[in-house]
């Protein structure tokens, strides 16, 4: 089966909108965001229209490609004060020290959930936010399951092996220098983030396994995922790119915003 994420994300989108009318107040949400990519640049879009949709005012803070770590730093405590939420958009140029960054953003006001894991009561990832959903939507236990996390960033790898281990699967992470296909013919779940085109092909899993595509790279000026399109065949769930995890990503983390300014 194909999830349809757009079908989750509006369902998501309507709940945020709702609350948005009864919480009295516009929540505003700033992205900061240093020589974007063609991803990231797709992906700002998408927030900034779906924040839209619900009532969320969002401002994309665009800082040259030579900005340094203390740059973005003091761009964000300039625009805590006026922020429900702030967005770092990942990655961040080599020259920056991202995880000093990441670390400047409040607990409080960090809606891409990047504290999850590590200080209680942070809010889930979007990422984690939006297996979460589909989990739930269709019944997927994890409990001892085999799960292969491909990549280890902050974005998709680091909080889906928390939340992997949290619902009691069994996690083998892979990156570049210890990928093995032999650990993903035995995996009952694949979550891959490493933004490789069609990195992962039908022959390296076996039937009937569940994908999480959390994979985004342009190829041919088009977004595509770490499966190649075959794997859909063998796959009892699997996430699309573009239009599955990518709008529900969106969805949770205006949500988490929303959360946020309820609490404060």
Not at 166 to 176: M, N, P, S, W
Not at 210 to 227: H, N, P, Q, R, Y
Not at 238 to 244: A, E, F, H, N
């Amino acid at each position: 089966m194909i999830v349809d994420g757009k079908k989750i994300a509006t369902s998501i989108l309507d709940a945020v909108a709702a609350e948005v009318l009864v919480c009295g107040k516009r929540p505003r949400m700033t992205a900061i965001t240093c020589a974007p990519n063609f991803e990231t640049q797709k992906y700002l879009e998408m927030k900034k229209q779906k924040a839209a949709s619900v009532g969320i005012a969002l401002n994309i803070v665009e800082l040259p490609v030579d900005a340094t770590t203390a740059d973005v730093i003091a761009c964000v405590r300039e625009v805590t004060a006026s922020s429900d939420g702030i967005v770092v958009q990942l990655p961040l140029p080599v020259q920056i020290n991202r995880d000093e960054v990441l670390a400047s953003v409040p607990a409080t006001k960090d809606p891409d959930g990047f504290h999850y894991g590590k200080k209680a009561g942070a809010c889930p990832s979007p990422v984690v936010g939006a297996i979460d959903e589909i989990s739930c939507r269709h019944n997927l236990d994890w409990q001892d399951r085999q799960v292969v996390v491909l990549g280890n960033g902050r974005l998709v790898g680091e909080p889906a092996t928390h939340y992997a281990r949290a619902k009691g699967a069994r996690v083998t992470v892979l990156v570049k220098e210890t990928f093995d296909s032999a650990h993903l013919q035995t995996a009952d779940i694949i979550i891959s983030g490493i933004g490789q085109p069609h990195f992962i092909t039908a022959d390296m899993v076996k039937e009937g396994v569940v994908i999480f595509d959390a994979g985004t790279s342009e190829d041919g000026g088009v977004l595509v995922g770490d499966m190649a399109a075959e794997v859909a065949t063998k796959a009892s769930l699997i996430t699309p790119v573009p239009g599955g995890i990518g709008p529900i990503t969106i969805a949770v983390l205006l949500r988490n915003l929303v959360a946020s300014c309820r609490e404060m």
